[in-house]
């Protein structure tokens, strides 16, 4: 299993906001389908897997949807400040591609 990672337009191509909610969506499908295989490799072999490993998968796994959980959901708010300009200070197509950059 391959793990693969989008890139990121330059700065010339076009970043809009139907581009970063892909993006999230996009990621929060493949990172979803992560957690769920590495889980069930780990029920799948319990009995060769030391408690030690199988401790530090969890963590990994834990790791992950942290990340979806906190992370996702604070840039498709950032994405929803851009679109509408909603919040304090403008948020730009810039903004959401060095926030991305910064948690991806």
Wanted: a negative charge.
């Amino acid at each position: 299993m391959t793990i693969e990672t989008p890139l990121l337009p330059s700065l010339g191509d076009c970043c809009s906001i139907p581009y970063f909610r892909n993006m999230v969506a996009t990621e929060t499908k493949r990172m979803t389908e992560l957690c769920d295989v590495w889980e069930q490799k780990l029920d799948n072999n319990r009995e060769i897997i030391s408690d030690g490993i199988e401790g530090e998968i969890r963590c990994v796994i834990g790791q992950g949807r942290l990340i979806m959980t906190e992370r996702f959901s604070q840039f498709s708010g950032l994405v929803d400040n851009c679109e509408f300009e909603l919040g304090e200070k403008e948020t730009t197509c810039m903004d959401l591609k060095g926030f991305w950059e910064m948690i991806y």
